[in-house]
Every structure is written in C-alpha cells, then in structure tokens.
C-alpha cells in the first residue's frame, strides 16, 4: 500500500468555478476525513466517513461543499461557485475505526486550492 | 467545541538549543497525539498519549500528558536543522471518533 493519495496536489480556478478533489485513502482503513488547513494555521475538520456513510459534517461545509465515498473507498469532495476564502490546503487522511482512538491518522499529501 | 491552544506560535532557535512547546486545553480528552509537519506534506503521526501523567520519549523528543489530561508538552533537546516544522497536537473527542488540532507551533533550527 502507497499511504493516502490526493489528486491533484495543485489547482488554480477562477472565483465561481466548481472543483472536485479525490482521496484514495489506505484500503484497509474505513474511516476517511477531510480537513481544511490554511497558511500557518492547523487542520480544521470539514467531514468524516466510516465506510460509505458520513457520520459527521462541521459548520464549515457550507451548501457549496459536499463530499462522498460511494463504494467506500476513495472519497471526492466538490466546491461549488469557489470563493477567494475557500483558497486553502485540503488534506484527506484515513485511520481505523477502533473502540480505544490510539491510532492516529495517515494523512494525505494534501491538494492545495487557489481562487483566483 | 474542544479547543486546543499551543505555544508558542513561532520559535526560531539555534541548532543544539532545547524547547518546550505547549498544548493547552480547558477540556478533558481521551487521548491526545503530536504531529509533524513539512511544508507542502500532510501532517506525520509522532505519538499518541493515553494515560494522565504519561511521558513517552522518542530519541530526543520527549512528550508528556498532564494528570487530568487537559494539556500537553514536547521537549526537544539539542535541536537539529531536521527538527525544523510545524508541530500539531491533536485530541479525540470524547466519543473517540475524531481529532482536533491546534494552531501549530513552527519550530526554525539554524545550522
């Protein structure tokens, strides 16, 4: 197994335009998250999946972001009508779903998101 | 919401100098983790702690627990060049399925 993959590492789009990510997490792992990380600051949690559902979205995903896992294994997550303040790194990461949390995630090397 | 807080938010040091940086919180997590990052890389899983008062070493990294669990520390002693990144930590939730990360701390190891 390579780890988490994330396609693709760059994009640059014009404010207004819809852009999809996707995470090709660890195939034993059935968890997956999404996490918004800007410059400087620590990863900020959008959403999680445990298999094909999603259990939890933050108040961060506005209505323009939506993210599946339609087989349970990679995930894509889509910005609609981009804004300048969706500019930020996207990082997926995947772990195991245990009752004791002392595993901890692998993440993705991220997909970094300009909107110009 | 459980938050997280870590100081300092930047340090610059010269190589083979020690630091201490801080994790603080005002609630109770089950677990807590320190992560590395490097520019442009997602964030590396250095430690997990589990048990108020523990204090677990990782070659010159030493990471400890507070005793009701709230807080957290990593020591590094003589720092090198290689040690230079942004330091994550991390706490599950009570309901232990997801993590939340401070602010960072990022660490400068002049040669």
């Known amino acids: 197994d390579t780890g988490v993959s994330q396609d693709p590492r760059h994009k640059i789009t014009k404010r207004g335009q819809n852009v999809t990510f996707r995470c090709d997490p660890i195939s034993e792992h059935n968890r997956l998250y999404w996490y918004r990380q800007t410059l400087g600051q620590g990863p900020e949690f959008l959403t999680y999946?445990?298999?094909?559902?999603?259990?939890?979205k933050s108040r961060l995903l506005s209505d323009r972001f939506s993210a599946e896992r339609p087989k349970g294994s990679f995930s894509t997550l889509e910005i609609q009508r981009t804004e300048q303040g969706d500019s930020a790194m996207y990082l997926c990461a995947s772990s195991f779903a245990t009752g004791t949390p002392v595993y901890g995630y692998t993440f993705g090397s991220g997909t970094r998101l300009t909107v110009v | 919401t459980q938050l997280l807080e870590q100081s300092p938010q930047f340090l610059s040091i010269q190589e083979g100098e020690n630091l201490t940086v801080y994790c603080n919180s005002s609630?109770?997590?089950?677990?807590l983790q320190w992560y590395r990052q490097e520019p442009g890389e997602g964030p590396v899983l250095l430690v997990t702690v589990v048990t108020g008062g523990e204090v677990k070493k990782l070659k010159r990294l030493t990471f400890q627990f507070g005793d009701a669990r709230k807080d957290s520390s990593l020591h590094i002693t003589a720092a090198q060049p290689g040690d230079t990144g942004l330091y994550l930590c991390?706490?599950?939730?009570?309901?232990?399925?997801?993590?939340?990360f401070g602010g960072g701390t990022r660490l400068m190891v002049k040669p």
């Open positions: 999946f445990q298999n094909e559902a999603q259990l939890e």
């Open positions: 609630s109770v997590f089950s677990s």
């Open positions: 991390a706490g599950y939730n009570n309901a232990g399925n997801m993590l939340t």
